[in-house]
């Protein structure tokens, strides 16, 4: 399958790039998962910097030419761990385990990659599977990076603004434009950076999978009041649900779209 037909946009901004690792506050010895590692434009910036380097390629092609890649000469850094798969099917978890020299079994790791468009939410939520990484840096599609930051009320919140704030501080650092990938996309870019709260919202290991079916259903119907998605969503009744919102203090006549993180996770911690 060809590069094209996976979607891929490589980047080959030197700076574009330089900015990227910037973004994960790279310490010297860090062990980083880059996902889509393409070409290896990004994995030799990492490289540079001293970094203990997994990437992970779909393209097996791709994969083998970064196998014999002159890694080496790259300051004398250690070469890349590659691994040829489907980063949406591989227990990134089990992957720094395997990097020379770690001091735990699993270490602690960091994320990067310049992300195919069409699988961006479902990396995003692989990213913050627990134990949740250091921190993650994805260059995406600047809508998603918007949706990812929105806050309650904007066109663009969603569930995909809940899931990701719930655990993480949301950052979009920078766009990019499409003249720095070959080929150039037709949308523009951003550099997104989520950090894992040191308080999240939810417990991670049982919480996570149960809020975002919970508020995917809520936001299904965002415009509608509030008491009436909860009446559908959660099959309770109108006295129940009354009591519930007043208990809480939500107004019962607002709309999901309206409502903060923490809000939904009140109301999950209520339908359960």
Known sequence: MSP???GQHFLNDRNILR????ALEPVPGDVVLEIGAGKGSLTR???ARGLRVIAVEKDRRLAEALEHGTWNAEGGTDAPRIVAGDALQLDWHELPATVPRSALRVP???V?????YAVTSPLIAKALTPPLPQCVVFLVQEEVADRVVAGP???????LSVGVQVLCRAEKLFTVLPGSFDPPPKVRSAVLRLVPRPDPLIDPWTEGEPLRRFVTACFSQRRKQLRNVLRAVTGRSAADVTAALT????????RPETLAPAT???????SR
Request: glycine share 12%.
């Open 4 to 6: 094209r037909r996976l």
């Open 19 to 22: 900015r990227i690792v910037d």
């Open 45 to 47: 910036e990492l490289l």
């Open 108 to 110: 602690r790791f960091k």
């Open 112 to 116: 990067v990659g310049n992300i195919p």
């Open 153 to 159: 009320g904007s066109k663009t919140y969603g569930g």
């Open 247 to 254: 208990r809480l203090g939500i107004d019962p006549m607002a």
């Open 264 to 270: 939904f996770v009140a109301l999950l911690h209520w």
